[in-house]
């Protein structure tokens, strides 16, 4: 495995701090960090945190990322009634949460400066919502843009608006697709390559006329050897059926819904003595009460995710809304346990491997995947080892392999329009 020689050196620009990496957003790009290093790229880390009392980077997360990077710039995401104000009144030339992430001249002049004397190869946008600050930075030192699209993001917030369940939430999310589908095409427009998560997403985006493009999966964390291997002996499986996911987000709460009040009652009235386990980050109310039923534990904010999905029988995903790629789909593949999703929860991938998933859109169905599942273990390691290969670090390199294209194919088009 040899690092790509065009990129050496790389400012990568995320929307929040990836570490800890405790949510999908969050693991998929601190595990591209990672990889990068394994690659023997350097990596100049631009991020934002939120600068609320109780939700700041502690000092051991903060060393964590420094130790895995070759600098850390750490800007706050902008908080108050006045910030919310010039959020507001920006909406029609910027949206929501990137009008939220820009900087002050000052601060616009120092980030310059400092990646200036970085040097970096490629400058790298994680989604939308640093893109003002990655084109400022690219005007400033003329070096080529590299944009990973994580989502249809206009479309995934319309989701989640009509997903969500309190009015409040519901207006937070409306508000926050105003100008997006926009400002979305015009980063991908920009840039001078782009890695899309998903392959349907990709499709899309070609539709609409992107041409320097192509598919980057996320990496899975037991890839970067922190996990399975096809001689890890397992632990004791506890659990029935587990769903580990993001507890905060519509999407995947409307899941813990579906599973807990639907799907349960079904496998129960067949298998009566089945566990559900339901775990994840910052579980809210309802889905502490929904948990709250008959053979269902709830786990809160796991610190290992790889050994809880090593201790479960089946794996599922009930979540059916959404877009791009559920990066709790790239983990299930890394174990050898049976895996039970909706259609949404294959979306993005491959035919090849969207086939080593059992897929249900209905209760009942879903219900009867389950129990086969239980009733019939299968070891799947093997028939998944295609599929390990492209959410690895060499999938990695074997993107980064289709950006020597990215310097010429843009400036020729703009040559070409001019």
């Known amino acids: 495995m040899n690092p790509m020689p065009i990129m050496k050196r790389v400012t990568l620009f995320s929307t929040d701090i990836p570490y800890p990496a405790n949510r999908g957003g969050r693991a998929d790009i601190w595990r ?76 616009l002049r120092d980030l310059c400066s400092v990646v200036q004397e970085f040097q970096p190869d490629w400058l790298w946008c994680e989604g939308p919502w640093c ?36 009015p409040r939430d519901r207006l937070a999310w409306t508000i926050a697709c105003v100008g997006l589908r926009r400002f979305e095409q015009q980063m991908l427009t920009t ?41 890890l002996p397992y632990t004791e499986q506890k659990h029935d059926v587990l769903f580990l996911g993001n507890l905060t987000t519509p999407n995947n709460v409307r899941g813990v819904e579906w599973l807990v009040n639907e799907i349960r009652p079904l496998v129960l009235a067949q298998r009566p003595g089945t ?38 029988r089946v794996l599922v995903n009930p979540v059916r809304t959404g877009s791009g790629t559920h990066v709790k789909a790239i983990e299930m593949l890394m174990m050898r346990t049976p895996i039970v999703t909706s259609t949404q929860g294959t979306q993005g991938m491959p ?34 080892s295609d599929a390990r290969r492209l959410f690895s670090v060499q999938g990695l390199a074997d993107a980064l392999a289709k950006l020597p294209m990215a310097t010429a194919l843009p400036a020729l088009q703009r040559a070409g329009t001019a």
């Open 351 to 384: 035919a090849e491997v969207k086939r080593l998933f059992k897929v249900a859109d209905t209760s009942e169905a879903f219900a009867s995947h389950v129990l086969t599942a239980l009733d019939q273990p299968t070891d799947c390691w093997h028939e998944r």
């Open 131 to 166: 893109g003002p600050l990655v084109l400022a930075v690219h005007d400033h030192i003329q070096v080529p843009v590299a944009y990973r699209s994580h989502n249809l993001e206009h479309v995934y917030m319309a989701r989640q608006a009509s997903a969500a369940r309190r």
């Open 191 to 231: 840039a001078d390559w782009v890695f899309d998560i998903s392959f349907d997403d990709m499709a899309f985006w070609q539709a609409q006329g992107i041409r320097n493009i192509s598919w980057l999966p996320p990496i899975a964390e037991s890839a970067l050897g922190m996990g399975t291997s096809a001689d």
């Open 32 to 107: 591209r960090v990672l990889a990068l290093s394994r690659l023997g790229v350097a990596v100049q880390l631009v991020c934002f945190f939120d600068d609320v009392s109780g939700k700041r980077p502690e000092q051991q997360h903060l060393e964590a990322v420094r130790a895995a990077t070759a600098g850390l710039l750490l800007y706050p995401i902008k908080q108050g009634k006045r910030a919310l104000l010039e959020a507001l009144i920006k909406l029609p030339q910027m949206p929501w949460h990137v009008a939220r992430r820009s900087l002050g001249a000052l601060d």
């Open 275 to 312: 566990q559900f386990v339901v775990a994840g980050s910052n579980p809210g109310e309802h889905v502490r009460n929904l948990c709250k039923a008959p053979n269902v534990t709830l786990l809160p904010n796991v610190a290992d995710a790889l050994a809880l999905y090593r201790q479960a």
